[in-house]
């Protein structure tokens, strides 16, 4: 599993990764999961529907990710904007 | 003689002043602040950097995205997400079971509509800004601002549109710019259609669209 982070200037960027069925790995990727939300982003990740379209969970827990999942993609949270 | 012509170039220089005064304003205004932000560590704006951002940004979005939606974006610039919500957008709307969508621009508001008819519904402004700035700025590349959209849209709509400040259409885009990217995706999609029945095979290969 790849957490991977959008930033300004660079795209994405890999933060973190290991196999969620490992216990330190899996310890790891759920700090890095709350620091990331802690910081004020938002986590989705990519899934695909029975039907065969992609689209896009969003995740508030590390329990919510799918255990099959590559990749959680973290955004930061969205602002209103245009005032 | 020698007068007039001092004259002329004394008020030929005062004109070009009063012209050029804004731009030298805005000039001076950003050396200084570029070296304000030099003297802070961040680091100059490179146009190289971004453009691999963006080229980094752009293979992301293709691969979290349908076909059909990454090759909208790629040739039209905007991607149309349909609404999930049973109403309208937001609560307490009663569209009677129109469908509606939203047309996703990068670092553009997201645009609610109506494809049967094409009436332009609201404005939903909503920005994802990086206060980390790694190179002075908090702005995503425009391809990971359309996936962020697209992915908070698809994963929680309510939650979005219940972030977004909301305007009438207008506010930020031209109306007629919107109908005619409207008319445009009408046409993108009969050739597409079109293209699609001629190569069955290609058909059958993009069961995600």
């Known amino acids: 599993m790849k957490f991977l982070r959008m930033r300004p200037g660079h795209g994405e960027q890999l933060i973190a990764e290991g196999d969620p069925e490992v216990a330190e790995d899996e310890q790891r990727l759920v700090d890095e999961f709350r620091r990331q939300l802690d910081a004020g982003m938002w986590a989705a990740v990519p899934v695909t529907s029975e039907a065969g379209r992609r689209e896009a969970a969003m995740v508030h827990d590390f329990g919510q990710i799918p255990r099959d999942t590559e990749r959680v993609i973290f955004f930061p949270r969205a602002a209103g904007g245009g005032r | ?209």
């Open chain 2, 1 to 209: 003689m020698t007068a007039a012509l001092i004259a002329t170039a004394i008020v030929v220089v005062a004109l070009l002043w009063e012209t050029m005064l804004p731009w030298i304003e805005r000039r001076l205004a950003g050396l200084r602040a570029r070296r304000e932000a030099r003297s802070i560590g961040v680091p100059a704006y490179d146009p190289g950097r971004e453009r691999r951002a963006e080229q980094r940004a752009r293979e992301l979005l293709r691969s979290c995205v349908n076909d059909e939606e990454w090759e909208m974006y790629r040739d039209l610039g905007f991607i149309r997400v349909w609404g999930g919500q049973a109403g309208g957008p937001e609560e307490g709307w009663d569209l009677g079971g129109a469908p509606y969508a939203y047309l996703i621009y990068p670092h553009k508001p997201i645009v609610a509509y109506l494809p049967q008819t094409g009436q332009l519904l609201n404005e939903y402004c909503v920005e994802f800004p990086d206060e980390t700035r790694p190179f002075g700025s908090a702005r995503l590349p425009d391809s990971d601002d359309a996936l962020a959209k697209w992915m908070a849209l698809k994963g929680d709509e309510q939650r979005l549109i219940g972030q977004a400040n909301l305007h009438l259409p207008g506010r930020q885009i031209d109306p007629r710019k919107v109908q005619r990217d409207l008319w445009r995706l009408r046409q993108w999609e009969r050739t597409r259609l079109e293209r699609l029945a001629r190569t069955p095979r290609e058909a059958s290969g993009s069961g995600q669209t």
